[in-house]
């Protein structure tokens, strides 16, 4: 099973709103990720936890902010965000943060839609 | 740093048409290449992968060979079906650097 869920699938929030994206995997992977994908483009690595501690920040603004409270979990909370926020948020995960022959697995994203 | 270099899209082919989709890399030492396919409205999903020169990934009729002499990971698959209309992404990863992404190829098949 090389499974990453994300909830949810769709999201609008105004400015003003707090919300948070949800991802599990249950492939005891030790290593996860979030990116970001605007429309036609790659995605742009966020964040890198690694044994449920933050090991890179690719400079995100403090509105996003991870949270990792198990091996299987991994939450991205939203506060004050902008439109030019919204986008396809994916979460992906690999067995360990280092080693170049692990690979991602991706979650099937949550579309986020700022007002 | 690490790149990517894809061909630009859009490619457009009729079914049971070969595909080739052109990857260069730029890496120090010695990456893992990868290519990732994200079908409309989806996540990325795994096509294949290759860890060490020489090596050829397939899955799902398509197939691409790491060649380290031309620093290349070219994505081929003999007859394509409407189903594989996609973008699809190569991508590296060397040491403990995160996943370095191509810009994406995005591929139509018509009937």
């Known amino acids: ?115 | 740093g690490d790149s990517v270099t894809q061909m630009e899209g859009p490619v457009t082919l009729s079914e049971e048409a070969f595909l080739t989709i052109n990857c260069t890399y730029t890496a120090t030492g010695y990456p893992s290449l990868f290519w990732y396919v994200q079908y409309p409205g989806e996540g990325l999903q795994l096509l294949l992968k290759a860890t060490k020169a020489d090596d050829k990934g397939s899955n799902k009729g398509f197939e691409a060979t790491y060649r380290k002499e031309t620093t290349s990971f070219h994505l081929e698959k003999g007859s394509v079906q409407v189903s594989d209309s996609a973008v699809y992404f190569c991508a590296l990863r060397s040491g403990n650097t995160p996943l370095v992404f191509g810009k994406g190829t995005r591929l139509s098949v018509i009937a």
């Open chain 1, 1 to 115: 099973d090389t499974e990453v869920t994300q909830t949810p699938k769709h999201l609008v929030m105004g400015m003003t709103n707090k919300k948070s994206l949800k991802c599990e995997q249950h492939m005891g992977h030790r290593a996860m990720y979030w990116y970001k994908q605007k429309a036609k483009k790659p995605p742009e690595l966020m964040f890198v936890y690694s044994y449920e501690k933050l090991s890179i920040n690719e400079s995100v603004p403090s509105r996003f902010s991870p949270e990792c409270p198990n091996s299987s979990l991994l939450n991205l909370h939203l506060h004050a965000l902008q439109p030019e926020d919204s986008a396809l948020y994916l979460c992906a995960s690999s067995r360990l943060a280092g080693g170049s022959t692990d690979t991602q697995y991706f979650g099937p994203g949550t579309r986020l839609t700022v007002l």
